[in-house]
């Protein structure tokens, strides 16, 4: 994509267009097929792509025919004592780059999407970008990047551009909440071993997914079965070769295996693993958008007193005459499992989230990544944003995610005023004293002058307050797994 504040400057999707400047400087956010298109055109006479060392092992171990091929872009290595084209940099440290005739500063910052992602700093010191590329932004992956040294500045009102992933407009309800990845992987594990219905020991489990990203569900999976994950000798030469600079993919190689008869566990392609495809392996599909109420439906455990009718097939496996859906026997033979698990999982952001993320920085434009732009986050209308910034931090996660969709009435303004106040009374924060009301019915609704008056001053108060709310230390360096070399 194009940036428009750096011409020449181009973050993924690398294909020539006749409109564009002259490439300069390239930057590359992960290693997702659909952000490495135009790569395999470039030649040593184009400029260095820039990634993480994590991306840059797993991009030159990409291979044709999904694998099975000759590697993809083994042109992007250094030959011959020419000029690599891809080119790793450390991850959090500023690097001085030329973009045109302009010295840049560069600083990649991890992100959660898939092993090595990173989204990028570009700042010459009078404007400043911050390119997300894909980003799920659970609240505690906010909050580490709020506490980020290189992030500061703008937490605190320097100017800066967001471009923000935006693929949640693809789905049929763009406003929907995602639960945390953690909440639908302690699902999938409690549907697969629940106390008291469990599954044959001979069971084998699938992950059903094309691309990196899903690592978090398949080393629960790992560690509550004590089994090996089974990685075809594909994708496992991918983790290895970023397993010494992404502790994310050392982790993944610590717990699995290129044999497919030593784990009950399986991430490996379609025709690779007689065990992925057999007839006694349950698939697991994460979904984004899926109700509740459907991943129950489908999840659903049957009494097999209820449903004479079907076929055994190995003792384990029953197909239902009817509606052709498979079962399992659990291990007490009176209950039927599902064959198919489906089980709530998102590598990209959702609006709230996106919303949570942008209240981090007071004087920001946003651009989106895919789509149309996005309303909710358009300055104009984030007086309430502004508003519990800085006090979202000190707020419980469940209370800041029931204030945190936009609203545009002054009467929301006014809730969310009352939820501040609220919340301020019980932190040690001081706030500025509110103004009166009554619990259950107002004499009057705030005006709109009131309204930006009262938030300014609650904004300049807790501003005043910074020592305190950076009693949340974070130590963004030794993250959880996301953390990078």
């Not at 407009?169 to 106390?195: F, K, R």
């Not at 109420?293 to 097939?313: A, H, Q, W």
């Not at 026997?329 to 952001?349: M, N």
């Not at 946003?366 to 984030?382: F, M, R, W």
């Amino acid at each position: 994509m194009q940036i428009d504040e750096f011409p020449g400057l181009q973050v993924d999707d690398f294909r020539i267009r006749e409109t564009q400047p002259q490439l300069s400087l390239c930057l590359l956010t992960h290693m997702h097929s659909d952000h490495l298109s135009g790569l395999e055109r470039l030649s040593y006479h184009s400029p260095p792509v820039y990634c993480s060392a994590a991306t840059r092992a797993m991009v030159l171990n990409l291979r044709h025919n999904n694998g099975d091929g000759p590697l993809k872009y083994h042109h992007l290595r250094k030959e011959g004592g020419g000029i690599e084209i891809l080119q790793a940099l450390d991850v959090g440290i500023p690097h001085q780059l030329t973009c045109q005739s302009r010295t840049v500063q560069v600083t990649l910052i991890p992100t959660v999407h898939c092993p090595g992602a990173t989204m990028f700093l570009v700042d010459d010191g009078n404007t400043a970008i911050l390119f997300t590329g894909d980003i799920r932004c659970e609240a505690w992956h906010v909050n580490a990047l709020s506490h980020h040294p290189a992030l500061l500045p703008f937490t605190l009102g320097q100017a800066i551009s967001l471009y923000v992933d935006n693929t949640f407009e693809q789905h049929d309800n763009p406003d929907q909440h995602y639960d945390e990845n953690s909440v639908g992987v302690a699902e999938l594990l409690a549907t697969i071993d629940s106390d008291n219905t469990k599954y044959p020991d001979n069971i084998h489990f699938a992950l059903v997914a094309s691309s990196t990203g899903y690592e978090e569900a398949l080393i629960a999976l790992a560690l509550r079965f004590q089994t090996k994950i089974h990685l075809d000798s594909y994708y496992y030469h991918c983790y290895m070769a970023a397993a010494d600079t992404c502790p994310l993919a050392r982790q993944i190689i610590g717990l699995s295996t290129i044999n497919p008869a030593s784990a009950r566990v399986h991430w490996c392609r379609k025709g690779h693993c007689e065990n992925r495809d057999g007839p006694l392996t349950i698939y697991l599909s994460p979904r984004v958008t899926m109700s509740q109420s459907d991943i129950d439906e489908r999840n659903r455990k049957l009494d097999i007193r209820d449903f004479p009718g079907g076929t055994y097939n190995e003792q384990t496996l029953f197909v239902h005459t009817e509606s052709a859906i498979r079962y399992v026997l659990s291990q007490d033979g009176h209950t039927l499992l599902p064959g198919h698990i489906y089980f709530k999982f998102s590598r990209h952001a959702s609006l709230p989230e996106l919303v949570h993320f942008k209240a981090m920085f007071p004087a920001c434009t946003v651009k989106s990544l895919a789509g149309e732009p996005i309303p909710q986050l358009d300055p104009d209308a984030v007086v309430q944003l502004k508003i519990y910034r800085k006090k979202a931090w000190s707020t419980p996660v469940t209370a800041v995610k029931r204030k945190m969709s936009v609203h545009s009435s002054t009467e929301s303004n006014g809730d969310i005023l009352d939820f501040l106040h609220q919340q301020a009374q019980e932190s040690s924060l001081s706030t500025p004293p509110a103004s009166p009301r009554k619990d259950s019915v107002r004499t009057a609704e705030p005006s709109i002058e009131s309204t930006s008056n009262e938030s300014k001053v609650l904004e300049e108060t807790l501003r005043n307050n910074l020592d305190e709310w950076f009693n949340l230390k974070f130590d963004w360096k030794n993250s959880p797994i996301y953390g990078y070399k």
